[in-house]
């Protein structure tokens, strides 16, 4: 390699304490090429070692221009571009721009002996099948690079710097000596190659860009880039990748369940099929339906385990529909996930969510060099590559999908198939991984559009899925399935089975659907009860709680939650309250008390009591109630509500019996228009659906009791059944018409927003705007962040109490909707104060008109907050740390 090569720069910094002030870019190309190779793969990852090597080292091909070599000065190559113009060089397109265009012309023949345009006279790797391969490349800070909008001339590429890259290239290609891919199969194969390549080339830069693994050397230094690789880019990489936890991490021997949960001395059913079922050849996806309690989780961590051992899985990561139940699995499976690992490996085990770093169990496991970023740039590109490596291996979201093993909430997962930034890296981060989703079922259209795109693109990429639901529509089941074996480019196959429980097992050869037992003591009779009202439910709850029981009541609402709360403390007995508009403070306590008391260890001086909570108990959380009351729902929500009754085998109870107390109206033969609104308008505004709420009552209420597991698969199928004759009655068709209509929008929605996997790489595939911008979950009413601030000593701080000031204001923020409070006026006196608040924040929550500083007063027993709503109405709101954030009232109400 000529020696001007070695001059261009790849990475620079101010010089200091007599170090490099910058990195060869050569060293750098080898720095990134050594990280990919020695990153863990899947096995369907599709490129040869060498190969990868080398199309990773052209990465930053672009920064072989005069564009991005004048941007340091200090380091301008005058040996191979001349001296630097005296009044700097004209700004341009920025490096990974220039570099796809480097790649797609004047340097594309020097791909030729890698990707052959032709092979023995045959089409192969032309110029439109090499596209999806140049923009993983080039496109390697988060997004696919734009083509610029006038061809690059002279002033930005100049002879020096082509001959200096094509020189670089020659050197690369001795180094490697990569051989020719053969001729792609398929448009199907080239785009998976270029989501694979995209992920693995941004993962290997951002930590190939850190210079605490990767320190600048002089550019003597790759005089001899093959002594470089051997003695400085291999060894350093092996440091990087076990620094940030990615190394490989070897696999345990699957010799039965009794090394990940030697508590369970006997396997329910479902956990022995785990065990000894035959596993198809390829991505394996199971489908696990059974009764609240039969241990589908552990049977799910079985699957994994197998496919992990026989070396078909690198890690797994499990996805759950909320961020209290990934809380709780997080606890859970902290018990279980080094089982399934050798002995001398050092696994990852990271909770990913967006409130994650609150929980002092993950806290602890994030490396005290790393802490979490406070302020993101505006677009990846235009800073260094090491400030997003930083960033990304200490931010516990994107971090999860890295490690070994993550739990944490769907969103992460999904947003790998939105264009987004770093979704590629997710696509990564995930590929080879088994995917388990919890509670499969509990999504509403949009989410589930997005997670069929999901499992369509994690079979294309080689990886395992794994989903569990208590109460999944057939439907369901078969969009499901038809989108895995799409993505494994195999024909939709029809299921037949309505058997309960039933594990279905899917593989690119078909389908297999197994009837299992129920687990010994699950199958059991729960009494349903119709009660008109809430001042009916009111009356049971008290009487039950007298006796000495523990009663959950569950309000569909957050406003109704606390009115109820309100009730019942008026009649002399203290509830706990449970719902998502509390501080994350006071709700991580409350969630922590509500386990405590109610959890599987809780006995009967503890769990006498009442819990009124919306639907945040109502998935994967392990409660035990001795009597259940609960607004109205959907059919598979009622029964996943009286999953909490009875849950554990306990001694003698102050209840003779499981019994669900359901508040609804009669479900008469012709309901009129409001029969759920008239009584029930918190529940209407929930469930949109006055037709499917009707169906499910005349379910549940028709047979007087749920017996499972006989009546799991009737119940469900029929209050979901729209075809059959009287399902919509006359009066309820417009409401119910309207709820389709709305289902079917945000599938459109959805259907736009989403990546398509045969489109690749692209810019044009979506806007590849920041997560905080591109929704997982499409809001019916925009919500705002509300900071909650106290007064003191003349200094505005957060309402909750933390020696971290970032971490303090993360406790301190509850989510409430727009239309109710949009902004809070800053107290008069209080302007710089505010200001001195905020000037802690990270940028975006600075500017955001989502993130709102409410600053508090302390009024009566509660405190208060001015705002104003939407339309400019003054609104004031009152926040208690046992109710939450009340409901608004008009400010000239006092």
Known sequence: MRSETSLFWGKARPEADGLPAMHPLVAHALDVAAVAMLLPRSSHFTLAGQTLGFLTAVHDIGKFSRVFQGMAPAAWPAAALGPLPPNGVPSGPKHDVLGLQMLRTTLGSTLDDVLPPRIAGRYAWDDGSRGPLLRALAGHHGRPPADPLTTPGSSEICTGCLDAAVDFIDAMRRLFSPPALPRPGSDHDIARLGWQL???????????????WFPYVAPAAVADPAAYWWDHALPQAASALAA?????????????????????????P??????????PAGPVMAVIEDLTGSGKTE??????????????????????PTMATANAMFGRLGQAYRGLFAAEAHPSLVLAHARATLDPRFINSIPAEAPPARNSPADPADEPAEAHCAAWLAEDRRRALLAQVGVG???????AVLPVRHAALRLQGLAGKVLVVDEVHAFDAYMRREILTLLEFHAALGGSVILLSATLPKHVRQQLVTAFRKGLQARALPLAQTAYPLATLVGADGVVEQPCDVRAGLARRVVVSRLPDAAAALERVLMAAKAGAAVAWVRNTVDDAIAAAAAVRAQGVTPLLFHARFAMADRLDIEAEVLRRFGRGSDGATRAGVLIATQVIEQSLDLDFDLLVTDLAPADLLIQRA????????????????????????????????????????TAAVYRDPALLWRSARAVFGRGAITTPQDMRPLIETAFDTQAPGAIPAALADAAGQALGKAQAATGIARQNLLVFTECYDRNAGLWEPETQTPTRLEDRPQVTLRLALLRDGAVVPYAADADPARAWALSEVLVARHRIAACPVPAGLEAAVEAAKAGWGRWERESERVVLAVMTASRDAYMIEGRTESGTAVRIFYQESVGLSLCVPASAG
């Open 270 to 279: 479902i956990q022995a099929w785990a065990e000894t079922v035959t596993l």
């Open 409 to 415: 909430t769907l969103d992460q997962a999904l947003l």
């Open 244 to 268: 940030a936890g990615m190394a490989s991490a070897r696999p345990s021997r699957f010799t039965g369940m009794g090394r990940l949960f030697p508590a369970i001395q006997v396997p329910s």
């Open 299 to 320: 049977a799910a961590v079985i699957l994994a385990h197998r496919l992990l051992a026989e070396g078909r899985a690198t890690g797994l990561f499990l996805a759950l």
């Open 643 to 682: 999953g909490r009754l009875w849950r554990h085998a306990r001694g003698a109870r102050p209840i003779s019996g499981p019994e669900l107390l359901i508040i609804s109206p009669e479900p008469v033969d012709e309901p009129a228009a409001d029969w759920i609104k008239a009584t029930q308008p918190g």
């Open 198 to 212: 995209a992920g693995v080339v941004t993962l290997a830069d951002w930590i190939g860009s850190r210079q605490a």
